[in-house]
């Protein structure tokens, strides 16, 4: 709760509204005339100023009104504070009433505020080789090329104020300045033209936060490890620019850094940068705050001193930074024998090996030592070799808890784990309730079944099962169904290549099917439908284009197109709007996009049909295919 009460609601209460009047009151009270000769601190507009604590209360409130979550994300201080000058104005030349009326005006237009803006930002330190666009957070990284400028000079030129041939020939000519043919941000928001500025530039800080730190850990001892990532420096004296463009047009703010490396990423970094977990942490920065969990938050800010480390030339400042990363990972919460529990942290999570534990331990407390010494005062070498091993060793842990995120999600958890396997002595290991898939072959041996015995029992080929092993051919949903019951295991115990995804919701089973169609595009094909195990069917169109038919097998063959750089990505989107479409489908309840007064329609005849047919299928005596065919042949 703030000094103005206003957390939480998205409208100011009427209370509210005349609590801050009463307070622009009284600082009006206190504008006296702007006086040169002055120096104690103030703030002026044309003749009129506050000085002293007057000064000091109207900067406080403009800051309570700026940290409020229902202003924060759309509107900058300075920003707001134009606007209540103009209301602190209007009080002290017209009186209250004349200022009341203005202030509530001005509430009304930050509460309907709705603009959305697109925000530019030049940035170096990498390029995209055979992939069109890359997506981190809430950022697009792409090349800009003569069509997206002719793009945004189109929307200039559309304006109702369409400026004159020689302004347009300039701002083209700074478009291709400071945008053309470069490597560039773009974020989209809803907000004011500054504090889209702001937030654009801090959400294009965490994403390069998060490719410098995919891209070092994945390169120990490449000078590539190396690499700046920042917003762009076109040379000495020059400032890199942000154009972004808004129904106000197009604005430009000045950042400068320093350069080294340039980075490719093509597919094979995508498939790197994958592997060390840098989309984990993407799609955490895509979350709003409050829904992160407290590792969550660790995780990312250990990738921010990672990556800050990256930026120091000097070796002591790289060990501090590097240190940190790991305090703030693995730090016990009372702050007690920080370094002797970070080490044994790290040690635990980066080896299986007692020896490799023992000398891990050993060199993080040797790096504690080399911090602590280079905070208060003194001197030790810090050699290129420590710092490039701190670097991996760091990477290297912030990678494996980002891989098992899925298992481990709060530090306490974290914690428990650790003390449990420091207690027993025993094998490290991350507790995972889902089975792992087993090749047909192995399911197959395990229980002691020929080829033949298991095609005979699943109604196929001999030689389906064998091409089926060898993974000449992946078995087909109502193939893969018929296995299951032929082996006596769930249809998602038996493992199917990378590119295949066996998918559930609600006993509703697809196959999806990944494919590379061209460079950094893939393509995901729904192989089929198997409602089998289904007790429910879709009560509404699953999409507008089957309006006819709210069956899933309108999702069957459909392809869901994907930029999703790697199989596994374009899968996890065909995935994931599968489910939130049959999700839909299936709910009972009215819900938005429906019509007043709508209520579930009955349940289709042929839906009856199937669920009689499984119903006497499960209660007929469960006999093997090849014994019931011989008692059937001797009757």
């Given at each position: 709760?703030?000094?103005?009460?206003?957390?939480?609601?998205?409208?100011?209460?009427?209370?509210?509204?005349?609590?801050?009047?009463r307070?622009?009151?009284?600082?009006?009270?206190?504008?006296?005339?702007?006086?040169?000769?002055?120096?104690?601190?103030?703030?002026?507009?044309?003749?009129?100023?506050?000085?002293?604590?007057a000064?000091?209360?109207?900067?406080?409130?403009?800051g309570?009104?700026?940290?409020?979550?229902?202003?924060?994300?759309?509107?900058?201080?300075?920003?707001?504070?134009?606007?209540?000058?103009?209301?602190?104005?209007?009080?002290?030349?017209?009186?209250?009433?004349?200022?009341?009326?203005?202030?509530?005006?001005?509430?009304?237009?930050?509460?309907?505020?709705?603009?959305?803006?697109?925000?530019?930002?030049?940035v170096?330190?990498?390029?995209?080789?055979?992939?069109?666009?890359?997506?981190?957070?809430?950022?697009?990284?792409?090349?800009?090329?003569?069509?997206?400028?002719?793009?945004?000079?189109?929307?200039?030129?559309?304006?109702?104020?369409?400026p004159?041939?020689?302004?347009?020939?300039?701002?083209?000519?700074?478009?291709?300045?400071?945008?053309?043919?470069?490597?560039t941000?773009?974020?989209?928001?809803?907000?004011?033209?500054?504090?889209?500025?702001?937030?654009?530039?801090?959400?294009?800080?965490?994403?390069?936060?998060?490719?410098?730190?995919?891209?070092?850990?994945?390169?120990?001892?490449?000078?590539?490890a190396?690499?700046?990532?920042?917003?762009?420096?076109?040379?000495?004296?020059?400032?890199?620019?942000?154009?972004?463009?808004?129904?106000?047009?197009?604005?430009?703010?000045?950042?400068?850094?320093?350069?080294?490396?340039?980075?490719?990423?093509?597919?094979?970094?995508?498939?790197?940068?994958?592997?060390v977990?840098?989309?984990?942490?993407?799609?955490?920065?895509?979350?709003?705050?409050?829904?992160?969990?407290?590792?969550?938050?660790?995780?990312?800010?250990?990738?921010?001193?990672?990556?800050?480390?990256?930026?120091?030339?000097?070796?002591?400042?790289?060990?501090?930074?590097?240190?940190?990363?790991?305090?703030?990972?693995?730090?016990?919460?009372?702050?007690?024998?920080?370094?002797?529990?970070?080490?044994?942290?790290?040690?635990?999570?980066?080896?299986?090996?007692?020896?490799?534990?023992?000398?891990?331990k050993?060199?993080?407390?040797?790096?504690?030592?080399?911090?602590?010494?280079?905070?208060?005062?003194?001197?030790?070498?810090?050699?290129?070799?420590?710092?490039?091993?701190?670097?991996?060793?760091?990477?290297?842990?912030?990678t494996?808890?980002?891989?098992?995120?899925?298992?481990?999600r709060t530090?306490?958890?974290?914690?428990?784990?650790?003390?449990?396997?420091?207690?027993?002595?025993?094998?490290?290991?991350?507790?995972?309730?889902?089975?792992?898939?087993?090749?047909?072959?192995?399911?197959?041996?395990?229980?002691?079944?020929?080829?033949?015995?298991?095609?005979?029992?699943?109604?196929?080929?001999?030689?389906?099962?064998?091409?089926?092993?060898?993974?000449a051919?992946?078995?087909?949903?109502?193939d893969?169904?018929?296995?299951?019951?032929?082996?006596?295991?769930?249809?998602?115990?038996?493992?199917?290549?990378?590119?295949?995804?066996?998918?559930d919701?609600?006993?509703?089973?697809?196959?999806?099917?990944?494919?590379?169609?061209?460079?950094?595009?893939?393509?995901?094909?729904?192989?089929?439908?198997?409602?089998?195990?289904?007790?429910?069917?879709?009560?509404?169109?699953?999409?507008?284009?089957?309006?006819?038919s709210?069956?899933?097998?309108?999702?069957?063959?459909?392809?869901?197109f994907?930029?999703?750089?790697?199989?596994?990505?374009a899968?996890?989107?065909?995935?994931?709007?599968?489910?939130?479409?049959?999700?839909?489908?299936?709910?009972?309840d009215?819900?938005?996009?429906?019509?007043?007064?709508?209520?579930?329609?009955?349940?289709?005849?042929?839906w009856?049909?199937?669920?009689?047919?499984?119903?006497?299928?499960?209660?007929q005596?469960?006999?093997?295919?090849?014994?019931?065919?011989?008692?059937?042949?001797?009757s």
């Amino acid at each position: 709760m703030t000094r103005l009460g206003w957390e939480g609601a998205t409208k100011l209460h009427p209370a509210e509204l005349d609590a801050l009047h009463r307070k622009l009151i009284e600082l009006a009270s206190e504008l006296t005339a702007n006086s040169p000769t002055r120096l104690d601190a103030h703030v002026a507009w044309g003749s009129r100023a506050l000085y002293g604590e007057a000064a000091r209360r109207y900067f406080a409130l403009v800051g309570d009104m700026a940290n409020e979550a229902r202003w924060s994300s759309r509107f900058s201080e300075t920003y707001l504070d134009n606007l209540l000058s103009e209301v602190l104005l209007k009080i002290d030349k017209e009186g209250g009433l004349a200022g009341h009326v203005l202030l509530r005006a001005t509430i009304e237009k930050l509460e309907d505020f709705a603009v959305k803006q697109i925000v530019y930002l030049p940035v170096h330190g990498f390029y995209l080789s055979d992939v069109p666009q890359l997506e981190v957070g809430q950022v697009v990284f792409r090349a800009f090329n003569a069509s997206d400028i002719q793009a945004i000079e189109d929307r200039y030129s559309d304006r109702p104020e369409t400026p004159d041939p020689d302004a347009q020939s300039y701002f083209r000519g700074r478009l291709d300045e400071h945008l053309g043919e470069r490597m560039t941000a773009i974020v989209n928001t809803t907000a004011e033209p500054n504090r889209a500025y702001e937030i654009a530039e801090a959400e294009t800080r965490y994403a390069l936060e998060i490719l410098m730190f995919g891209n070092a850990a994945g390169s120990r001892w490449s000078p590539f490890a190396n690499a700046v990532m920042g917003f762009d420096d076109p040379g000495p004296g020059k400032m890199s620019y942000l154009a972004f463009d808004s129904d106000g047009g197009l604005n430009w703010h000045g950042r400068r850094l320093p350069s080294r490396w340039s980075v490719e990423i093509g597919p094979p970094q995508i498939e790197a940068l994958e592997n060390v977990g840098a989309f984990v942490a993407s799609e955490l920065r895509k979350k709003a705050y409050g829904d992160l969990t407290d590792l969550d938050k660790s995780l990312l800010q250990a990738i921010h001193w990672f990556s800050a480390s990256v930026f120091q030339q000097e070796a002591g400042a790289k060990t501090l930074f590097l240190v940190t990363s790991l305090e703030a990972l693995l730090g016990p919460k009372d702050r007690t024998a920080i370094s002797s529990t970070v080490a044994e942290a790290l040690a635990m999570l980066s080896s299986d090996s007692l020896e490799e534990r023992l000398a891990l331990k050993k060199f993080v407390r040797r790096m504690y030592d080399s911090r602590s010494s280079i905070t208060h005062g003194g001197h030790r070498h810090i050699s290129e070799a420590e710092l490039r091993s701190l670097r991996w060793v760091v990477g290297s842990v912030i990678t494996r808890l980002l891989q098992v995120r899925h298992r481990v999600r709060t530090k306490d958890e974290l914690a428990a784990i650790l003390e449990r396997a420091r207690l027993d002595a025993a094998h490290l290991a991350f507790p995972d309730l889902r089975e792992t898939p087993k090749p047909l072959s192995v399911l197959r041996e395990e229980r002691g079944m020929l080829a033949a015995e298991v095609a005979d029992r699943a109604g196929c080929l001999e030689e389906s099962i064998a091409a089926w092993e060898r993974g000449a051919a992946t078995p087909d949903l109502i193939d893969l169904r018929r296995l299951s019951m032929a082996l006596g295991c769930s249809m998602f115990d038996i493992e199917l290549p990378e590119n295949y995804r066996l998918v559930d919701v609600r006993g509703h089973r697809f196959m999806l099917r990944a494919r590379r169609i061209d460079a950094g595009h893939v393509t995901v094909d729904t192989q089929g439908w198997d409602y089998w195990d289904a007790d429910a069917f879709p009560v509404r169109p699953l999409e507008s284009a089957y309006r006819g038919s709210a069956s899933p097998i309108a999702l069957a063959d459909r392809r869901h197109f994907a930029t999703g750089y790697t199989r596994r990505m374009a899968l996890d989107v065909a995935e994931a709007k599968l489910r939130a479409l049959l999700e839909r489908g299936l709910c009972r309840d009215r819900i938005e996009g429906d019509l007043l007064g709508w209520a579930p329609p009955p349940v289709p005849e042929h839906w009856r049909r199937h669920l009689k047919a499984r119903k006497t299928v499960e209660q007929q005596p469960k006999i093997p295919t090849r014994w019931r065919s011989k008692t059937e042949s001797c009757s």
